[in-house]
């Protein structure tokens, strides 16, 4: 497929968050071909493109005034395989979720809790993500990147990528530098151990009466889990969690817990604690909130909606409310998760 230009683009559907936002240029691009041809048509040199993936996890504050580029790259396949594992090979604008499905539909083991979190395969090993007590980068191999500071292609392996919670180098030091172009994670075959560790999935299993948990198993209970929980951004504007569960250190949990002595919390290797944010901002009183067109979710204080009408500058607004609130009544800063783009 050829390189896609559309001029004065509309990205309202292109963001879960249903935002109005507009740019001068949208460049929709199929393979790492598409990138070198824009590279020798100077296209680089002239522009700082925005990348673009599913839009799930970004706040467009306003329009932008730099195109867009959004990564459709197809393709999923296995590379290489053994008696144990197999090494799953997609293209960075393939649907995270149809790999996922794919992956149990084979009986590969390995990324079954990440089901039904919305966005690329290009996008995953920003934030590393993670649901359910897994997280990418315990399946992750490597990727394959084109360099925007020097027009090359490079590979980047586990150990290159420095990820943490909800973090990786792709977003702190080679942010908008990098274009994700392919993505490899190392699958088990046989004698893949299910994690069921999350209390949510756990009950869940135990009250269907589920004691040896199959792949697909435990990929039904996140689906119908995260059904139950989240809001389908079809039909309620969202970016899943807007913030990223704070973690502080003990003496700051210690002096919490004195006011609030039902704070849940878990403890973190180094000996700090993390806290769900989802907590404090309930604790705060926004829970199922809503101001003009924006509110917080019922059912997950986290989780930040567009009823329907709200532009990213009011979004963004009630979110540094939450986030002042929450300052106010624990002293935790809350960071944003979600890219917010100005
Ligand atoms: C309902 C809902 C539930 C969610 N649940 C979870 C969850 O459980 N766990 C979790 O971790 N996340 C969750 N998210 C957040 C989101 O789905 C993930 O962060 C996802 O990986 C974002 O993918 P995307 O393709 O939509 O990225 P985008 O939103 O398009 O982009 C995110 C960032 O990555 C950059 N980017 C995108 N593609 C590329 C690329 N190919 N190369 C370089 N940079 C790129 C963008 O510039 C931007 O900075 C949820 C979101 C929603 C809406």
Redesign the pocket.
């Known amino acids: 497929m050829a390189i896609r230009i559309t001029k004065d683009a509309d990205l309202t559907h292109l963001?879960?968050l249903g935002l109005p936002a507009v740019t001068s240029y949208l460049v929709e691009i199929f393979s790492i071909n598409d990138l070198h041809e824009l590279s020798r048509e100077g296209f680089f040199e002239k522009e700082n493109p925005?990348?673009?993936?599913?839009?799930?996890?970004?706040l467009f504050k306003k329009n932008l005034s730099r195109p867009v580029l959004k990564?459709s790259i197809p393709g999923i396949s296995v590379t290489e395989e053994d008696d144990d594992t197999a090494l799953i090979e997609s293209g960075?604008g393939e649907n995270?979720h149809n790999l996922v499905f794919r992956t149990v539909d084979y009986h590969y083991g390995g990324i079954e809790n990440l089901a039904l979190?919305?966005?690329?395969v290009?996008?995953?090993p920003?934030?590393n993500?993670?649901?359910y007590g897994v997280e990418l980068e315990q399946v992750f191999e490597s990727l394959h990147?084109f360099d925007l500071r020097d027009h090359s292609e490079k590979i980047y392996r586990h150990s290159d990528c420095g990820f943490g919670y909800?973090d990786s180098i792709?977003k702190r030091e080679l942010?908008?530098r990098?274009?994700?172009?392919k993505v490899f994670l190392r699958l088990k075959k046989k004698n893949h151990t299910p994690n069921t560790s999350y209390h949510a999935l756990a009950t869940y299993l135990e009250n269907r009466k589920i004691t040896s948990p199959t792949i697909r198993d435990v990929y039904e209970a996140v689906v119908a889990i995260r059904r139950s929980k989240?809001?389908d951004?079809v039909l309620l504007g969202?970016?899943?969690?807007f913030f990223k569960n704070p973690v502080v250190e003990k003496s700051v949990h210690q002096r919490i817990c004195i006011d609030y002595p039902d704070i849940p919390s878990y403890p973190v290797a180094d000996g700090s604690i993390k806290i769900p944010a989802g907590w404090l901002i309930e604790k705060a009183g926004w829970k199922g909130k809503k101001v003009g067109n924006v509110g917080t979710y019922s059912n997950q204080a986290l989780v930040i909606v567009n009823h329907g009408g709200a532009t990213g500058d009011e979004i963004y607004q009630y979110a540094m409310r939450i986030r002042e609130s929450v300052k106010n009544m624990f002293g935790v800063e809350l960071v944003p998760e979600v890219?917010i783009v100005e």
């Open positions: 963001n879960t925005f990348i673009l993936g599913g839009g799930s996890n970004i990564i960075a995270w979190i919305p966005g690329t290009g996008a995953a920003i934030q993500i993670g649901a990147c909800r792709f942010k908008d990098v274009i994700i172009t989240l809001p951004p969202n970016a899943g969690s890219n």
